[in-house]
């Protein structure tokens, strides 16, 4: 995937580097920039997930995002349940 697609696809779904990040678990919004400007490339799931993204029409693509975003509070809730023990 292009540095190039890559952004277009983030824009297009109305997501910052920011947010884009914390959906795909990855700190900060510099790895998102490094996959923008092509500095870095993304692995082969991200690649994944941001081509599914962008194929689905934009009603569908929010109802993932949203339901990525579930998930992964659950997750981050389960984690420092289990490091709080």
Do not use: C, N, W, Y
């Not at 959906?23 to 994944?48: C, D």
């Amino acid at each position: 995937m292009s540095p190039d697609k890559f952004k277009s696809i983030r824009e297009k779904l109305g997501l910052t580097q920011e947010e884009l990040s914390e959906l795909l678990g990855l700190s900060g919004r510099k790895p998102i920039s490094h996959f923008e400007t092509g500095f870095r490339k993304p692995s082969p799931l991200i690649q994944a997930i941001m081509s599914l993204l962008g194929s689905l029409p934009e009603r569908k693509a929010v109802e993932l995002i949203e339901l990525l975003s579930e998930h992964l509070k659950k997750v981050k809730r389960q984690e420092k349940a289990k490091s709080d023990e």
